[in-house]
Structure formats: structure tokens, C-alpha cells
């Protein structure tokens, strides 16, 4: 059963704007995001881009936005096929089960100026 859905678009200049400012990245970005993104240049800026778009997809999801939990709570990842996941801990993770979350799916996009991302939490049927 569908509990939650979000969906958010990052105009990518906001997020490559970020890197001058000193800790910004690590404030809203888990470590193992920066890892794989930062080394691919601009590629990988629009890549963050599309991944701050799913953190603030699924505070949408949820119902309750970004009050109960830091983004850097939230990793979105890649299995081994390049499917996105997103793995949460810390208050992100407390937020998904409070909601009864079982699933989490998520997609993402981007091109050129903009990303976006759609999240998906799923209950029990």
C-alpha cells in the first residue's frame, strides 16, 4: 500500500553554487554521497543535484518536510545496476518508520539545468 508520495526539482546552479561555500556539502550530504559524486566533475554535480531532490521528496512523502531529521541523514545510493536507493539513518530513518514505511522507491532525472526526484513509501498491503 502507498503511504506517502514526493516529488521535488533542484535547478542544478543552486547545488554547483554550494561548493564554494566551505562544509556545505557535507552539512546536507551523507559522506559516502560525496565520495562517489564529487570525483565525476560536472556529471557529479548533477547527480547531487538530483539527490538533494529526493531528500526533499521524501520529506514530502512523509508529511512532515525536513523538521524531524538532517539531509545528511539520508544517502541515495546505487546498487550495482545504477538503480537508485536511499538508505537512512538517524531521524530520517525514525521519520519512515513512524509512518508505518516499509519500502522506499525512488527515481531520479536530470538534464542540462534542472533535476528531479520522485520517492515512493510503501506500507504493508
Do not use: Q
Not at 57 to 68: N, Q, V, Y
Not at 94 to 102: I, L, S, W, Y
Request: hydrophobic content about 50%; some cysteine; overall charge neutral.
Amino acid at each position: 500500500m502507498i503511504l506517502g508520495v514526493g516529488i521535488d526539482v533542484v535547478h542544478v546552479e543552486r547545488i554547483r553554487r554550494w561548493s564554494a561555500i566551505e562544509g556545505l556539502y557535507a552539512r546536507f550530504f551523507h559522506p559516502e554521497e560525496l565520495a562517489i559524486t564529487l570525483p565525476r566533475g560536472e556529471v557529479g554535480i548533477l547527480s547531487l543535484a538530483a539527490r538533494f531532490a529526493a531528500k526533499e521528496a521524501f520529506g514530502k512523502a512523509i508529511g512532515s518536510g525536513l523538521r524531524h531529521f538532517a539531509l545528511a541523514e539520508i544517502a541515495v545510493l546505487n546498487d550495482s545496476h545504477g538503480k537508485p536507493f536511499m538508505m537512512l539513518t538517524g531521524g530520517a530513518e525514525t521519520a519512515f518508520k513512524d509512518v508505518g514505511g516499509k519500502r522506499l522507491v525512488c527515481s531520479l532525472s536530470h538534464e542540462r539545468d534542472n533535476a528531479l526526484a520522485v520517492v515512493i513509501i510503501e506500507g504493508e498491503s
